[in-house]
């Protein structure tokens, strides 16, 4: 079992930053593939961002270019640098990690482990 708990939300108004954590229980294997999706109200669940067990990373064409995925295997934490913040990013943020070496993806069905979720919310 891994539990993910996820840190660093809050409210921010348009055009400001913010850097969500998600920090693990246990031991992360640096190959396993890690990923930050978002659920805003009467929405399903989007991918955002997600690195790959080989380091390589995705985003979701809404946020390329404003958001980073970064992870520190040594600390044990999977982070999201969130610049240039828009309205339609307010949602809950997840972070969720597979213990396998796959490409990284934005398909929340390959993903096993979830962790709670932290509030975004933008502001005008």
């Known amino acids: 079992q891994c539990q993910l708990q996820e840190f660093g939300g809050g409210s921010v108004q348009a055009g400001g930053s913010l850097r969500l954590s998600c920090a693990a229980s246990?031991?992360?294997?640096?190959?396993?593939?890690m990923a930050w999706f978002r659920q805003a109200p009467g929405e399903g669940r989007e991918g955002v961002a997600a690195i790959g067990g080989d380091g390589s990373t995705i985003y979701s064409d809404g946020v390329k270019g404003r958001f980073t995925i970064s992870k520190d295997n040594a600390e044990r934490t999977l982070y999201l640098q969130m610049n240039s913040l828009k309205l339609e990013d307010t949602a809950i943020y997840y972070c969720?990690?597979?213990?396998?070496?796959?490409?990284?993806?934005?398909?929340?069905?390959?993903?096993?482990?979830w962790g709670q979720g932290t509030q975004v919310t933008v502001s005008s």
């Open positions: 246990r031991y992360i294997d640096s190959r396993w593939a």
């Open positions: 969720a990690l597979v213990p396998s070496n796959i490409r990284p993806s934005l398909v929340p069905s390959e993903y096993n482990y």
